[in-house]
């Protein structure tokens, strides 16, 4: 168990539709990062926080916004979903901002576009 | 070209086989070489962590770093049936911003046949 938590497990909507997941930091951590995991596209970056403010983006959607609040929890919006946006999509932590920092992993919520 | 290529595998060895797991990268500002391991259904775990060039060992597994050939391996000797997973390679550079994301290989699915 990393201590990172993310809810819900899985989530089946349609497409169009508007869904929020939610991540719980690790204690201490200040840093939370969002990922996409697909078959064809692998593990890919979507954007960072920290300690509250946006630190880097990746390859994140329009479509797609995020936010940490001052508890440190992060919520990812998918709005106006399409079938692609089916995945894997992970919360990570860590400590601070920095790189040489280990990225602590949640259990992931599964995301099914119908 | 992708920024770090990763040979998906699968790999099918018998228990306590030597394996030899590779990426191969292409952007010369990466300083940080991780691997992760990832069961199925659940999210990435780090396994190994290395900063610039050189080698590192813990236990059974062994990471190496060539920067120049831009190359990074991972070993496991003597490998177990629950080291079957996948694993996934990733990096990052130290240059501030975006930088500092993780970029990950596509990961090689592992199994190691009792």
């Known amino acids: 168990d990393s201590g990172v938590t993310q809810t819900p497990k899985h989530l089946i909507t349609a497409t169009g539709q508007r869904v929020t997941l939610r991540c719980s930091p690790r204690s201490g951590d200040l840093s939370v990062y969002w990922y996409q995991q697909s078959l064809d596209q692998g593990l890919q970056f979507l954007i960072q926080?920290?300690?509250?403010?946006?630190?880097a983006k990746g390859n994140i959607l329009e479509r797609f916004s995020a936010q940490q609040f001052p508890d440190l929890h992060s919520e990812l919006n998918l709005s106006s979903l399409e079938l692609g946006d089916s995945a894997l999509y992970f919360c990570a932590s860590s400590l601070t901002a920095s790189p040489s920092n280990e990225q602590f992993f949640g259990p992931g919520t599964r995301l099914t576009v119908l | 070209q992708k920024e770090v290529e990763q040979d998906p595998g699968p790999l099918s060895v018998p228990e306590g086989a030597i394996v030899s797991l590779n990426c191969t990268y292409s952007n010369s500002a990466f300083q940080y070489f991780m691997w992760y391991r990832q069961y199925s259904r659940k999210g990435p775990e780090l396994l190994m962590y290395t900063y610039s060039s050189g080698n590192k060992e813990d236990g059974r597994f062994t990471a190496q770093v060539d920067k120049s050939s831009k190359y990074i391996s991972l070993f496991i000797r003597d490998s177990q049936p629950s080291d079957s997973a996948t694993y996934l390679c990733a990096m990052s550079s130290n240059s501030g911003g975006s930088n500092y994301k993780l970029t990950f290989g596509k990961g090689t699915l592992l199994t190691v046949n009792p």
């Open positions: 926080y920290y300690n509250g403010e946006e630190r």
